[in-house]
């Protein structure tokens, strides 16, 4: 007994000490050293930890044809000097030097990396872009600067990048951009100024026809003169959503693309009249989220390819259809989240392409179905979801689309979701004054109908009262022709209270 156990503790010994021996010293070793090295094979990446910024021309690894992609792990990079990259023979193409406490990098600092592509260099501490940081370095085509410190773009900090194609320096500190910022990116499509403090960007666009993307979100910006991206006739997108902006007014050349705008979040109140001048090429445009209480029809003169418009969580009371007729390919409408209390039928054009119409979130306390499907042809589905209601709507409408392909929502199924006010609907009331609905498919109840002809017979007795009245004054005006002013206020107050009787038929 005694015998194993000694030979069993013996043997745990050993076992932990050559453990400790051989991972230690291993530990201890590679936690400072640098070192590169290559990856799997066929992987054509070199991996190097620890590097300092002198360490890539002096280490004995050969950079080759196969170390196409450099990755620095744990890397202590400062500064980047001139020449530190000015590796003989060396033909790397992407370069990720994110995360190597960066801080500064001198003028001709990638000079020698002539096969460069893409150079990562995000999450670093790097202050600025200085003239000539990217001399020699023709082929670039992406930069990432992201997550850095930059606070001013200085005129021709990118002036070498001739071939650059994207150039992200979202979540800095940018405050300013130098006019010629951005001198000398002949073929970019792609600028990220996202996530920074800028407030101004005029003049700093220019001519940049070549652009495509511009991504301005989260930033500053309160005001839109309206020529500020005027020449980048190559724009697809622009995002200016989650900025300060009030007044906004955007105007391109009549040659341009841009598709898709974003204008989201922001603190826009009233859209003044063909606020977007030229953008007859928009296809999305979304106003969400900012305090819009008010649209014209002239708010949407000439987006004759607006397809997706929305402009839920504002502030608007009044829904009329007539206000988006003049935008023939308008497919989706969101006006979720507002304060709608009413649909209007308004205009004499229908909107042929409008498919989905969002409305839910709002205050409707009933609306005139059949005569809103009249005016929209093509739609196929329609939220109601959480307005106020009335009850029999579900049934009403259930008989009337009983036979079309048309999906509504009314409530939420979700338990706790509003479902409707139960008060008798007015809808009814108002479908038998519409011709469309003098057909087989949908009858009113006979109890409504007949109180309709109650207030229609109603209604003929005031008239006529009120008409043996205005004849009796005009009477007594003929009889008293020598005092004219007096009959003429009586007469006045005559008709005045059978406005109100009139008035008070159409509030009841
Ligand atoms: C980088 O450093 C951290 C801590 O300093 C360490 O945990 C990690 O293993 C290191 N990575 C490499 C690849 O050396
Ligand atoms: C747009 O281009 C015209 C003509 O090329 C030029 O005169 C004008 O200054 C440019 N506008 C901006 C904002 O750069
Ligand atoms: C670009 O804009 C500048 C003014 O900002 C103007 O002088 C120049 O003519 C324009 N270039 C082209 C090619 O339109
Ligand atoms: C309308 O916008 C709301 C809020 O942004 C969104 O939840 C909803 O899905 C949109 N409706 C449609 C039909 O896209």
């Not at 900012?290 to 708010?299: C, E, K």
Request: net charge negative; glycine share 6%.
């Amino acid at each position: 007994m005694l015998k194993t156990n000694m030979i069993k503790e013996i043997c745990i010994l050993l076992i932990v000490t050559s453990l400790v021996k051989k991972t230690v010293p291993a530990l201890v070793g590679q936690s400072d050293i640098p070192k590169c090295s290559y990856g799997d094979r066929g992987s054509l990446t070199a991996t190097c930890v620890n590097a300092y910024p002198n360490y890539f021309r002096s280490t004995t690894y050969r950079f080759d044809q196969l170390d196409e992609t450099v990755l620095c792990l744990n890397c202590t990079l400062t500064t980047i000097d001139t020449g530190n990259f000015d590796i003989s023979g060396n033909q790397i193409r992407n370069l990720w030097l994110n995360n190597s406490r960066i801080e500064r990098i001198s003028p001709k600092g990638f000079m020698g990396l002539i096969f460069l592509e893409r150079l990562y260099l995000s999450y670093n501490k790097i202050k600025s872009i200085v003239p000539t940081t990217f001399s020699g370095v023709k082929k670039i085509k992406y930069i990432d600067l992201s997550h850095n410190q930059i606070e001013l773009l200085v005129n021709d900090g990118f002036l070498e990048l001739h071939s650059l194609e994207e150039l992200n320096l979202e979540s800095n500190l940018i405050q300013t951009i130098s006019v010629s910022a951005f001198n000398g990116l002949t073929i970019i499509k792609t600028i990220n100024l996202g996530d920074n403090r800028i407030s101004d960007v005029n003049g700093v666009f220019g001519n940049m026809t070549s652009l495509n993307i511009l991504n301005l979100q989260y930033n500053r910006i309160t005001t839109l003169k309206g020529d500020e991206f005027l020449n980048l006739t190559g724009l697809l997108e622009l995002n200016l959503a989650n900025n300060n902006l009030k007044n906004v007014v955007l105007e391109l050349e009549p040659n341009n693309v841009l598709k898709n705008l974003y204008l989201q979040n922001n603190l826009i109140e009233v859209l003044a009249a063909k606020f977007l001048k030229g953008l007859h090429n928009l296809e999305n445009l979304d106003l969400s989220n900012n305090l819009i209480f008010d649209i014209s029809i002239r708010t949407w003169e000439k987006l004759f390819q607006l397809r997706r418009l929305n402009v839920s969580y504002n502030h608007i009371g009044l829904l009329q259809t007539g206000t988006f007729a003049g935008l023939p390919q308008l497919e989706l409408l969101n006006c979720s989240h507002n304060n709608i209390t009413e649909i209007k039928i308004t205009g004499v054009f229908s909107l042929h392409s409008l498919h989905a119409l969002d409305v839910s979130y709002n205050q409707l306390t009933d609306f005139d179905y059949v005569g809103l499907i009249s005016r929209l042809p093509r739609l196929s589905f329609l939220n109601l979801e959480d307005n106020k209601l009335p009850c029999p709507l579900e049934d009403e409408m259930a008989r009337y689309f009983e036979e079309d392909n048309f999906k509504y929502i009314l409530y939420n199924e979700k338990v706790g979701s509003f479902k409707c006010v139960d008060v008798p609907t007015k809808s009814s009331l108002k479908n038998i004054t519409e011709p469309v609905i003098a057909t087989a498919e949908y009858m009113p109840s006979r109890i409504s109908g007949a109180e309709v002809t109650i207030i229609v017979l109603m209604c003929v007795v005031f008239v006529c009262i009120g008409f043996l009245f205005y004849m009796q004054y005009s009477t007594y005006q003929h009889m008293y022709s020598n005092r004219p002013s007096r009959a003429m206020s009586s007469a006045r107050l005559v008709s005045s209270e059978i406005d109100n009787g009139d008035d008070s038929y159409l509030q009841g």
